[in-house]
């Protein structure tokens, strides 16, 4: 396993432990005993949840193991610095500003102009007439098939006050 | 499923609603196109088809899930053949001597072989579904809360089966998906568990925008990196469809692959990929030249892609009559089916059987047009390997939200979808498999469900060992569990040595 894996490995493992550390703490604080011999609604997730925090603990003792074991081998690499690349933190920061703004500016802009930008941030050699066409032809898409066709209303904030003065 | 004009009009049905033809052409259209294209999937493919059938009947909307399924296995083809890069997974093998043949300037006739092997594969095992299916769901009717307790139990266990090398993340993202079923209404008693005061989690978390966060997310941001249009061998789609001369020819090899991908199918937490290489292996053992193997034997495309595709009917096996989903195609399968208020299992054959008639007609027709639409489209899809993927990602994107939001008209289940495909793309990240979270939140319920019922209504654990059928299965999920852990251990143990 590469050394960006195991770090990923650690922050997932660490983020499961602490939630699952949380809800099984909700859960226990909880308790519904059932009558007779069936099972009130905490106890199976209390099992599960306890399950769940002994795996992490294993991946957790593995990962720092493994970080060790490979420290001897990093220190005799030379290791070349690997070139960012940008597009990857753009695209997220574009898909969550995009999913924001949906209840500001409202779903046709906001999905236009998410489109041409993420197509411009994607391939800067993509000219800005493709992007702003392939964007109109994407949003009028989906306007047609959800809008249209299954009658599904997007929230237009923007829209329905510019159109309603 | 005895009455024989509830088959012809179910049949009919199918045959003469605009709107079914329709769906199932549009479906099977876009799994073609899904597996053509490099780094998208035919899960994918389901998940984002989910939210355009949600005002469909439950027929033309599972018609269409089933093309997109069948047409992105057979997709994935199409750039193993010519870019050496496999659609799906499914089409490793089919690399193999796909691209050997079109560096020979065969790479028409591959492509011919490909979608021809593919439609018969589907075919032969769509007949093996229709024959066995009715007979198996008979044998299940009779199922009370310890079998189906039992059954998801089997189920949740191929988790550790699908989890390869890393068996215990693998059981760490199974229990996340169970622990996910667990919000909402509480099934026995009616409490709310873990909803936090929030209206939207009362109903627990929806399926589709878990879906498609854990699916379609993760693989939108792994994919948004690739390099923009791969170098492609130049290919002339002229006479590429194989005469039926030629079919006769290779029909052994056909028929045996087909047998091997549908029974590879129906056994859960295999999937095509496994049956082209058993198939692919068989064809070379059996070959006069099996060293033409690698460099460009058409019989290995042949053995290949008929495998992939004939574990379509193969999967559909146990999902439908034990709702068990296989793999995570058939995860998302099953997920279509709950969001049209259909339960697969035993009862779907005695409650629907025009249904399940209607799934089946649709899965021939889906076949059918599979062929038919590589037939008259080949160039189509060639020229679909040259889309650009700064263009394709952002549509993708807008799609994934735009199907979270259409089932309840909810901006919750938009940042629902936005927060478990975060989580989802780390936990890839950190090789967290993915297909068993879907398959404990798919299962989770459930299992717990009948679980307790079972305990509730007989007082103990020892109903499960008093009912034949229940023990049964719990012994074949221990076995399974058992065995991929002694398989991942050998693995682990294997590295080890060779490092």
Not at chain 2, 88 to 106: C, E, F, I, N
Not at chain 2, 252 to 274: C, D, E, L, M, Q
Not at chain 2, 386 to 402: A, D, K, Y
């Amino acid at each position: 396993m590469d050394k960006k894996t195991r770090t990923y490995e650690l922050l997932v493992s660490i983020f499961i432990f602490i939630t699952t550390i949380f809800f099984l703490f909700i859960s226990i604080q909880n308790p519904v005993k059932a009558p007779g011999k069936g099972i009130g609604p905490m106890e199976f997730p209390i099992v599960i949840f306890s399950i769940m925090i002994l795996l992490v603990v294993v991946v957790l003792i593995n990962n720092i193991r493994s970080r060790q074991a490979s420290k001897l081998a990093l220190q005799e690499s030379t290791g070349k610095a690997e070139k960012k690349d940008l597009r990857l933190p753009l695209t997220m920061f574009l898909i969550v500003s995009y999913a924001l703004t949906w209840k500001v500016v409202g779903f046709t802009l906001s999905t236009f102009f998410y489109i041409a930008l993420q197509a411009k941030v994607l391939n800067r050699k993509s000219s800005n007439k493709m992007c702003i066409l392939i964007s109109m032809l994407a949003v009028a898409f989906v306007h047609l098939i959800f809008n249209v066709l299954f009658s599904i209303d997007f929230p237009e904030p923007l829209l329905t006050f510019v159109l309603e003065r | 499923m005895g009455d024989f004009s509830l088959i012809i009009s179910a049949v009919a049905g199918v045959f003469t609603d605009g709107i079914t033809l329709f769906s199932i052409l549009v479906g099977t259209f876009m799994g073609l196109i899904f597996g053509a294209l490099p780094g998208l999937t035919a899960t994918m493919g389901v998940a984002l088809l989910i939210p355009m059938t949600f005002t469909m009947d439950a027929v033309p909307a599972l018609g269409m899930m089933l093309g997109t399924y069948v047409g992105g296995i057979a997709g994935g083809a199409i750039p193993a053949i010519l870019l050496n890069i496999p659609g799906t997974p499914d089409a490793v093998v089919t690399t193999m001597d796909g691209y050997p043949l079109s560096k020979k300037g065969r790479g028409a006739e591959a492509l011919g072989w490909a979608a021809y092997a593919s439609g018969i594969g589907t075919f032969i095992s769509w007949s093996m579904l229709v024959f066995f299916a009715p007979l198996l769901a008979k044998v299940c009717v009779g199922f009370g809360a310890p079998e189906y307790a039992a059954l998801a139990f089997f189920g949740l266990s191929i988790i550790a089966a699908v989890s390869g090398k890393t068996i215990v993340k693998g059981f760490i993202a199974g229990f996340l998906g169970v622990a996910i079923s667990f919000v909402g209404i509480d099934p026995i008693w009616g409490n709310l568990r873990y909803t936090f005061g929030s209206i939207n989690l009362m109903g627990g978390v929806s399926l589709m925008p878990a879906l498609i966060g854990f699916y379609s997310i993760p693989q939108i941001l792994n994919s948004c990196t690739f390099p923009s249009n791969p170098k492609m061998e130049k290919v002339q789609i002229k006479n590429f469809i194989p005469s039926l001369k030629d079919l006769w020819r290779e029909k052994f090899t056909i028929i045996r692959s087909s047998v091997i991908g549908t029974i590879v199918g129906a056994i859960p937490a295999t999937g095509g990929n496994i049956a082209a290489y058993i198939a692919y292996d068989q064809t070379k053992r059996i070959a006069k030249d099996p060293e033409s193997f690698g460099n460009g034997n058409v019989k290995g495309v042949i053995s290949a892609e008929t495998a992939n595709n004939a574990v379509c009917g193969g999967a559909l096996i146990p999902l439908l009559t034990l709702g068990i989903p296989g793999d995570s195609v058939t995860a998302m399968l099953l997920g279509g089916l709950i969001i049209h208020g259909l339960r697969p299992g035993p009862m779907l054959f005695a409650d629907n059987p025009s249904v399940v008639i209607g799934l089946f007609t649709a899965l021939l027709l889906a076949t059918l047009m599979m062929v038919l639409l590589q037939t008259i489209g080949i160039q189509f899809f060639v020229r679909v390997l040259s889309i650009p993927v700064n263009f394709l990602t952002p549509t993708l994107v807008v799609l994934s939200l735009v199907g979270s939001f259409a089932l309840r008209n909810s901006y919750f289940d938009v940042l629902l979808a936005l927060v478990l495909g975060g989580m989802g793309y780390l936990m890839t990240k950190a090789d967290f498999p993915m297909a068993p979270t879907v398959l404990g939140m798919v299962l989770g319920g459930m299992f717990e469900g009948e679980f307790r019922r079972a305990l509730r209504l007989n007082q103990g654990l020892a109903i499960f060992i008093e009912r034949p059928i229940a023990l049964c299965f719990i012994l074949v999920a221990f076995l399974l569990i058992f065995s991929s852990i002694v398989r991942s251990y050998k693995i682990k143990k294997q590295n080890m040595d060779s490092n």
